[in-house]
């Protein structure tokens, strides 16, 4: 029998920690242990979360380290950005795994931190000590490694749909355009203007354009993977819906390829990888497909007329773009098959 893996998680009332609430509740290997809420401590999940009656009815714990320490083997900190970068240092040195949500370890230069997300940076050695948490690139290293920094929704489904074409020398990627739209969860659970029922319903709109906050994070990636100074257009829009992200992406072809090229290189590239589903030629995905789950479904347009391809990725954003994706990390982490817990159908219709 398994001794199971002792979870923490910080942020338990944001989208992000209900969500690996739900996700953990059938795991096989792990148990949640504590919930925390510097807001909201010493009050029961439910009150913020009514749906958790009968399942998950605990007193939310504050985020003291030591009484962690005592509950706990790994912490996922599903915080704002800004306050990981406190915690998880504390987490770490008590002796605790730490996977992180935010985006306050991905980014490795503290300079362009600081310029796109407009907060105090971590200490560079905690920035190096992470290790970037996109599965399907970097699997390999994320096994072992007690400190994951979780990529962001719009890079999983960008960096997913992107990489496999780069690292092939198929696209030109002084030519990269990405169209992104994401369901309004994504926003948090936080009340605002931009989320407002009245503002947001019957509507489509563009947001954040050209300071998106997850562009220095897609164009960390990709040019670690072409070897050279990677810089994008990526424009953010939001839909008015619950959940989703798609990627629509553009670049110029620098082979003769075609669609059926086109599969065979990422069937390759993502073989044994079995979040990642490359669609037949001819069919490209929607949101619906990956409602609910931890996958990226992917689908290809060659237009021989301008020598481009359009590349469509969907992901659900609080699953593969957030909590899911963090607990394929915890199984890699722990050396573990990267699908336990996560082995479920999307939500159809």
């Known amino acids: 029998m398994v001794n199971k893996l002792r ?12 969500e690996l609430m739900r996700l953990l509740q059938s795991h096989p290997n792990a148990e949640i242990t504590s919930v925390i809420s510097s807001s909201s401590a010493g009050s029961l999940i439910t009150e913020g979360y009514p749906h958790l009656q009968g399942i998950r009815e605990e007193v939310l714990d504050d985020v003291d380290p030591e009484l962690i320490k005592q509950k706990a083997d790994l912490v996922f900190l599903a915080t704002p950005a800004g ?7 504390q987490y770490i040195a008590a002796g605790l795994k730490v996977i992180d949500l935010s985006g306050d370890f991905r980014i490795k230069d503290r300079d362009v931190y600081e ?17 970037f948490g996109l599965a399907e690139v970097y699997g390999d ?3 072992d490694a007690p400190f994951i920094s979780n990529p962001g929704c719009f890079p999983t489904a960008t960096l997913l749909g992107i990489v496999p074409a780069l690292q092939g020398g198929l696209i030109d990627h002084n030519t990269l ?8 969860s994504g926003a948090g659970r936080g009340a605002s203007l931009g989320t407002h029922y009245s503002e ?121 773009g957030a909590a899911g994706q963090a607990i394929q990390n915890m199984n890699l982490m722990m050396g573990w098959d990267e699908t336990l817990g996560l082995q479920f159908v999307p939500v159809y219709p």
């Open 83 to 89: 306050v990981a970068s406190k915690l998880a240092p």
């Open 115 to 131: 310029q796109w997300y407009k907060k105090p940076a971590a200490e560079q050695a905690h920035l190096d000590q992470a290790v």
């Open 177 to 184: 355009v990405i169209d992104a739209k994401s369901g309004v």
């Open 200 to 320: 947001l319903n019957e509507n489509f709109k563009a947001y954040k354009i050209n300071q998106h906050q997850h562009i220095p994070e897609i164009e960390m990636v990709l040019s670690q993977v072409a070897d050279e100074q990677v810089t994008v257009s990526f424009t953010t829009h939001l839909v008015p819906m619950t959940r989703g992200i798609m990627a629509t992406i553009y670049a110029k072809l620098n082979q003769n390829v075609t669609e059926s090229d086109l599969i065979k290189h990422y069937e390759q590239y993502y073989e044994g990888r079995p979040f990642v589903r490359i669609r037949p030629e001819g069919q490209w995905p929607a949101t619906k497909e990956v409602w609910g789950s931890n996958y990226c479904d992917i689908g290809f347009s060659v237009d021989k007329r301008t020598n481009r391809v359009t590349i469509i990725s969907v992901i659900d954003n609080l699953v593969k």
């Open 7 to 18: 979870i923490a998680i910080v942020g338990s009332t944001g989208y992000g920690g209900v």
């Open 141 to 143: 290293t994320v096994v």
